[in-house]
């Protein structure tokens, strides 16, 4: 039935096959096989996800109309004592989740310390914004994300003076889309010669990289920082967001920076990346020493090396949701009133 269910959603022969752990020629038999599969009788009590099927169900409510993976849900539940598997939590997750839309764009590779793609993620827009500065380092696909309560030209330049101190190093270009304080006209000077705005220009020139443009409507050329984005949102984003939700708060920036430094740490730089098949921080220990050094003023304390890279264990610690204290002197003031 998983088969099945799958090949529905439009999903490949090939990727069918990885994520269940069968041949391509089994999926194959199955998609041919037209007659329903015969199940003996089961109980509909004891199983191993019975106990955590409400909990699933009001998590997922919450993100609506965003996912939460089931990898997120997975900790989550193992937390509340959980013993079983990833898969049995797939099934029972796959006919909520929405058909995936197919991503046509080829990516390209570039070598150590060539490239960085930067690029805004908008979570929240009105009176409370909330965007997320993301740079991914084109070899390694380490990562680095702040969070912050606008996009204007000071925010971007100290977003990447954080970002250079976080990789301990400066790429030689860094790729934007057509972001007004990248750009003020795209090929002013002739064909791919373009007008950067002055305060980029000036910033590139003294820490030494060359700023480069996607094609016009052709943001996906970025496609590494584009794909973290979506993995950001829902790995991290959303289930933050839904969980202060089931408590009456919102994300604040402060809440963000801080629990993001701990899910890039223990997440998304220490997992298996789909594309490289390596763990990110473990081949920017390689990518760091083609980097350019980074100015003696931009330099910070960052942990050694083998902190970065040590093992993943097999369940993460987890999300623990902080606030500043301008939320607990407000808890505070209700509660003397």
């Not at 994300?145 to 400066?170: I, M, P, S």
């Amino acid at each position: 039935m998983e088969i099945r269910i799958l090949h529905r959603q439009g999903v490949s022969i090939r990727e069918i096959a990885r994520q269940l752990g069968v041949s391509r020629n089994t999926v194959r038999r199955y998609l041919r096989d037209e007659a329903e599969p015969v199940y003996s009788a089961r109980p509909q009590h004891g199983g191993k996800l019975t106990p955590y099927a409400d909990y699933i169900h009001k998590r997922i409510a919450a993100a609506r109309p965003d996912w939460i993976p089931a990898t997120v849900l997975l900790r989550e539940i193992q937390d509340l004592g959980y013993q079983g598997g990833i898969s049995l939590l797939r099934a029972f997750t796959l006919s909520l989740k929405p058909s995936p839309r197919p991503d046509p764009v080829v990516r390209f590779e570039t070598e150590p310390g060539q490239q960085m793609q930067v690029d805004w993620g908008v979570f929240r827009r009105g009176k409370s914004p909330l965007s997320a500065f993301v740079a991914t380092l084109g070899w390694s696909r380490y990562c680095y994300v702040e969070f912050v309560t606008d996009e204007q030209f000071t925010t971007l330049k100290r977003c990447h003076e954080n970002a250079f101190a976080y990789f301990q190093g400066v790429p030689r270009e860094v790729l934007y889309d057509n972001m007004r304080t990248v750009v003020v006209q795209r090929d002013a000077y002739g064909g791919a010669q373009h007008r950067f705005h002055a305060g980029l220009w000036s910033l590139a020139k003294d820490l030494g990289f060359a700023p480069r443009l996607c094609r016009p409507y052709r943001a996906k050329t970025k496609g590494k920082v584009e794909r973290f984005i979506g993995y950001l949102r829902r790995s991290f984003y959303v289930p933050l967001a839904s969980q202060l939700k089931q408590v009456g708060l919102t994300v604040d920036v402060d809440t963000a920076n801080l629990e993001v430094r701990k899910w890039l740490r223990d997440v998304a730089n220490a997992r298996i990346h789909g594309t490289t098949q390596a763990i990110p921080a473990q081949r920017w220990a390689q990518e760091v020493k083609a980097l350019l050094p980074e100015p003696a003023a931009m330099k910070a304390p960052t942990p050694p090396v083998q902190d970065l890279i040590k093992p993943v264990a097999h369940r993460f610690e987890p999300i623990r949701l902080h606030h500043p204290l301008s939320v607990y002197d407000a808890l505070l003031v209700e509660r003397q009133a």
